[in-house]
Nanobody, 115 residues
Framework: VQLQASGGGPVQAGGSLRLSCVAS????????MSWYRQPPGNQLELVAK???????YYADSVKGRFAISRDNAKNTGYLQMNSLKPEDTAVYYC??????????WGQGTLVTVSS
């Protein structure tokens, strides 16, 4: 299974971007889909996740600004990012996980927020 993340790029503070993550085959129905990010010089951190049942979790730093969603019919997950801040600058990775064995990562997409 391959995950293809896209949608990153440069944006000014206060702007919006929508990241997409497409799976190479149908896996999303049973998988938890997550977005992680790695800011420059920092560790990987969980941004948001959505379970197969639609339950969501958000890191405190993005609550109220980001929204995670999924379209199982399209094997695609999304991260809508609004009111972006310079501290949101990072490489964003999508992840689809069923368990420790079935755990897949996308290649990362860079988001750069300028002030």
């Amino acid at each position: 299974v391959q995950l293809q993340a896209s949608g990153g790029g440069p944006v000014q503070a206060g702007g919006s971007l929508r990241l997409s993550c497409v799976a190479s085959r149908t896996i999303f129905n049973a998988y938890t889909m997550s977005w992680y990010r790695q800011p420059p010089g920092n560790q990987l951190e969980l941004v948001a996740k959505i379970t197969s049942g639609g339950n969501t979790y958000y890191a405190d730093s993005v609550k109220g600004r980001f929204a995670i969603s999924r379209d199982n019919a399209k094997n695609t997950g999304y991260l809508q990012m609004n009111s972006l801040k310079p501290e949101d600058t990072a490489v964003y990775y999508c992840n689809a996980r069923l368990n420790q064995v079935y755990n897949y990562w996308g290649q990362g997409t860079l988001v750069t927020v300028s002030s």
